[in-house]
């Protein structure tokens, strides 16, 4: 798998991936019932992913599918049960929780509730350096007013509380504490899904500035894929834990082959009839994670569901731009 992801993801660059995830899952053991015994969900299975410096991976899929059990795995907070993530090559796990806080950091949903509303502007930001014991009160004070100025918070600001303050500031606030460590990523769950809309395009547009000027690498998680079209050079698609399409966010975009990602477009995106696909709606939710469908996970949902596709899980292949699981798919 890891060698059909190297040809196939960066087959120009020898670079070694700023990200990559190798077979990687993630199973909890949940209890149904007080005397039930412990049943295993797999939350994410075999993802294989890799993103080069400077690039954007979108995962995307719907609440339950994963992503964010995937995104806290990439920041250090949670352990695969199986494969490994490895961050300039060198494997998470061979690194300190505080080593992957230098490197990699996180911009959560909810500004509201990821800021302490007990803190100032000013404490909030430079929270990390501290921690760290990085430089002293005045050259921290200095560094919080530079990267205020970065996203955009007015310097006045500093010594406000987060209640005093709007969504979308608050959200620069969230931005301003992840990138004042200078990680080279940053793992972006869900960033704007708590804004109001007319907020959301500055936020993105703001997250697509500072890429291009720090030269960051985003894994950007998002249920909704209108809102990583303009940003992602790459996009992945996760169902039930397993991923389900991979490609080039151009190609995705274009040319949505697998039927769950078509219902995700055509859920976000008005249908282009040029392509002459059907519309898929995803009617029904997503299956119990604890006693997933046979065969493909998705068939139970699937209008393009034949004999097969309850029967035998598809393999994750390689097919002409991208990786695909999808039995229609040779
Ligand atoms: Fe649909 Fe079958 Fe493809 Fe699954 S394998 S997405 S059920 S066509």
């Excluded at 992801?5 to 700023?18: E, I, K, L």
């Excluded at 209890?31 to 080069?52: H, I």
């Excluded at 100025?149 to 500031?169: A, E, F, I, M, T």
Aim: hydrophobic content about 40%.
């Amino acid at each position: 798998m890891n060698q059909l992801m190297g040809q196939f993801g960066h087959p120009d660059s020898d670079a070694v991936p700023a990200l990559e995830c190798r077979n990687v899952g993630r199973t909890f053991m949940i209890k149904k019932g007080m005397f039930a015994e412990k049943q295993p969900l797999k939350a994410v299975q075999e993802v294989s992913l890799q993103v080069n410096r400077g690039e954007v991976l979108a995962i995307v899929g719907e609440s339950g599918c994963g992503k964010t059990t995937l995104a806290k795995m990439l920041l250090g907070l949670l352990e695969p049960t199986t494969g490994e993530i490895l961050l300039d090559g060198v494997p998470i796990n061979s690194v300190s929780i505080k080593d992957i806080a230098r490197k990699v950091q996180p911009v959560f949903q909810d500004p509201y509730s990821s800021l302490n509303p007990r803190k100032t502007i000013e404490q909030i930001i430079s929270l990390p350096l501290k921690v760290h014991e990085i430089g002293s009160k005045e050259s921290r004070r200095a560094r919080v007013e530079e990267y205020m100025r970065l996203v955009g918070l007015p310097k006045r600001l500093v010594h406000s509380y987060p209640n005093q303050l709007s969504g979308g500031q608050r959200q620069r606030v969230a931005i301003a504490r992840a990138l004042i460590m200078e990680p080279k990523i940053v793992v972006c769950d869900e960033p704007t899904s708590a804004l109001d809309v007319s907020v959301q395009a500055h936020i993105l547009n703001l997250l697509q500035d500072l890429r291009k000027e720090l030269n960051l690498t985003y894994a950007f998680i998002s249920h909704d894929l209108a809102v990583v079209e303009h940003l992602a050079d790459w996009v992945a698609v996760m169902y039930l834990g397993r991923l389900i399409e991979f490609g080039k966010a151009i190609d995705i975009f274009n040319n949505p082959k697998h039927p769950y990602t078509r219902a995700l477009l055509d859920s976000v995106l008005t249908p282009d009839a040029s392509l002459g696909l059907p519309e898929i709606t995803l009617g029904r939710g997503l299956p119990n994670p604890l006693s997933p469908p046979s065969g493909c996970y998705f068939h139970p949902r699937c209008p393009d569901a034949k004999e097969q596709c309850s029967a035998e899980q598809p393999a994750l292949i390689e097919n002409e731009d991208r990786l695909i699981e999808c039995h229609l798919y040779k």
